[in-house]
């Protein structure tokens, strides 16, 4: 499965990934208004970390055991045939497990607004289906994201 893989050398922190994230998830489908608007600042998927002088984008694994999936007592969070590990925020009644249950920080809390619930990285499955890559990979200028293989699972194939 192909995942974005990310390379901590190359990130400037630029926030590029983040921003795109939120408009890409958005109704307006347009940094702006997303931002002024529709209020989802803060509402991203990738969340840029900075440790001077490394910085990096980190956002869900989709891994191969989900903590979150195990955690989630609604059923909200599944498996789909491509990989992707899905979190419904419509079937989310917001009991935070899968903030709690996920290693690497990358199942969120909504606590703006009257909605009460998680969300988490779905890989862009929107522009996947039209062929284009996740968001926030087309948004780095320094090219820190990757949708691609990981080492391990490309290994794995040729074992
Ligand atoms: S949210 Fe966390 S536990 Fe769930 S698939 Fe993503 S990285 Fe893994
Ligand atoms: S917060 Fe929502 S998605 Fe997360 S474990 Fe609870 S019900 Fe499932």
């Given at each position: 499965m192909k995942k974005v893989i990310i390379i901590e050398d190359y990130c400037?922190?630029?926030y590029n990934c983040e921003v795109a994230c939120v408009a890409t998830h958005s109704?307006?489908?347009d940094p702006v208004k997303s931002y002024?608007?529709?209020?989802?600042?803060?509402?991203?998927?990738a969340v840029v970390e900075v440790e001077s002088p490394l910085a990096f984008s980190s956002m869900?694994?989709?891994?191969?055991?989900p903590w979150c999936m195990d955690a989630c007592?609604?059923?909200?969070i599944q498996r789909l045939d491509n990989g992707i590990v899905y979190l419904d925020e419509e079937r989310?009644?917001?009991?935070?497990g899968c903030v709690v249950g996920c290693p690497y920080g990358a199942a969120h809390p909504?606590?703006?607004?009257k909605d009460k619930h998680a969300f988490k990285c779905d890989l862009c499955i929107k522009r996947l289906d039209a062929g284009l890559n996740p968001a926030c990979v087309e948004a780095c200028p320094n090219n820190a994201l990757l949708y691609d293989e990981t080492i391990e699972e490309r290994e794995e194939v040729h074992k």
């Open positions: 400037i922190a630029c109704r307006s489908q002024k608007r529709e209020g989802l600042r803060g509402k991203t998927n869900c694994r989709h891994c191969k055991h007592i609604s059923g909200a989310c009644v917001g009991c935070w909504n606590l703006a607004g």
